[in-house]
């Protein structure tokens, strides 16, 4: 078992910024590939960014390219995500995960955090 606990959520205005936390309580096969996903009230999970453990590739939705940055620190087990230029359709409960496959499909996880809100104010 992994467990995954995240930090770092808030409430930002417009234009804002915040800095997201998730530390893995052990790194495994199961932590090769992290991710964060985020839920809005009413809506589905969606794939926000993802990181590979060996080599560092990245991949972002569509609708945070060039604002978020996800980045991971190895040797605390820990990934993080940069959250910039923050809008009010950013608002969400975001979610770290944690699994063997580099994808971007909820499936691909096998380990969930238990989320940290993110407020932006208009």
């Known amino acids: 078992q992994v467990q995954l606990v995240e930090s770092g959520g808030g409430l930002v205005q417009a234009g804002g910024s915040l800095r997201l936390s998730c530390a893995a309580s052990r790194r495994t096969a199961s932590t090769s590939a992290m991710a964060w996903f985020r839920q809005a009230p009413g809506k589905e999970r969606e794939f926000v960014a993802g990181i590979r453990r060996i080599g560092g590739n990245t991949f972002y939705a569509d609708s945070v390219k060039g604002r978020f940055t996800i980045s991971r620190d190895n040797a605390k087990n820990t990934v993080y995500l940069q959250l910039n230029s923050l809008k009010p359709e950013d608002t969400a409960v975001y979610y770290c995960?944690?699994?063997?496959?580099?994808?971007?499909?909820?499936?691909?996880?096998?380990?969930w955090g238990q989320g940290t809100q993110v407020t932006v104010s208009s």
């Open positions: 995960a944690a699994g063997g496959i580099y994808g971007a499909r909820v499936g691909d996880y096998d380990y």
